[in-house]
């Protein structure tokens, strides 16, 4: 692995808006899962540096405790260690981090430790998390949707908070702070980007997304956003007069098609379906780069 990455050559450290002047237009990136022939740190650490070299821009992992079809799987935080400190430049995070099933102060730790570790390069994928994998069931977890709504909500509350670096309390319905105060704060400035997925055309997700900074669409049939109802997302989001808002999407346009001009800021490529993965078909195209 190479040596820990340093911030700009200039001594800067990113932000929200200077991130975006300076990758204008639509960026693209990969989202891989952690678990089937993908469960091994080192091969996604390989695979994150061959994105880097063929020109990606950022490389995200999902985040699951269980997997209905995998019984091999591993943390997501070692991996992006792993992978923060194989590369230089791309950007990385979970893509998403169901926080209802995670402790915010322990996530506020780790994500401004990864901030620092990858000198600005983390990006925090968030969301309420389905049970389709019984991670919330099988662990008395929280398995009302609109429980976990709140806490999701309540938890972004908290690590905002935290990331201040300035004496933070809050009492909520589900989580508790009491006169505490986390140091270091984190390089990207005003914080670390939040991209909240929520299902589309949900209103609630939606609106929620607009209060942080990108949006990350799951449709709730399942199926492959089409470029009118990402121009449709965009308008909703108002991402035209945003700078520094993204709207991300998943399964990057097929050959032939576009979501140029729809008001798309990224577009994350991955796996079609839950495995078996074919890992010298996933190196293969990741090395090809993006569909720019």
């Known amino acids: 692995m190479t040596a820990m990455v340093r911030p700009g050559g200039d001594g800067t450290h ?56 995998a019984d091999d799987i591993i943390d997501p935080w070692i991996a992006m260690t792993a992978i923060a400190l194989n590369t230089e430049r791309i950007l990385t995070g979970p893509m998403v981090t169901p926080m209802p099933r995670r402790r915010p102060q322990k996530l506020a730790r780790e994500t401004v430790t990864l901030d620092r570790l990858s000198g600005g390069r983390f990006i925090f994928g968030v969301g309420a998390g389905g049970d389709h994998s019984t991670e919330y069931e099988n662990f008395g977890e929280a398995t009302d949707p609109r429980v976990r709504a709140a806490m999701l909500d309540e938890s972004l509350e908290v690590i905002t908070g935290l990331w201040s670096g300035q004496p933070f309390s809050f009492e909520g319905a589900h989580y508790t702070v009491h006169d505490s105060q986390f140091l270091p704060t984190p390089l990207q400035q005003p914080r670390i980007p939040i991209w909240v997925a929520g299902q589309w055309p949900r209103k609630k997700p ?58 798309a800021t990224w577009c994350l490529d991955g796996p079609a379906d839950d495995g078996p993965f074919d890992v010298k078909e996933i190196r293969g195209w990741i090395k090809d780069g993006p569909r720019r």
Do not use: C
Not at 38 to 59: M, P, T, Y
């Open 206 to 263: 939606v609106a929620r997304a607009a209060r942080w900074d990108g949006y990350v669409p799951i449709k709730a049939d399942m199926t492959l956003t089409t470029p009118d109802e990402v121009a449709e997302m965009a308008r909703q989001l108002d991402v035209a007069n945003r700078p520094g808002f993204d709207l991300a999407i998943f399964n990057g346009p097929e050959p032939g098609s576009t979501f140029a001009g729809t008001g």
């Open 14 to 69: 990113p932000s929200l808006s200077d991130r975006a002047d300076r990758l204008p237009g639509m960026r693209f990136g990969i989202s891989l899962p952690i678990f089937g022939s993908l469960a091994d740190v080192r091969l996604l650490a390989d695979l994150a540096a061959d994105a880097e070299s063929a020109g990606w821009d950022a490389f995200f992992i999902w985040d699951h405790l269980r997997w209905p079809s």
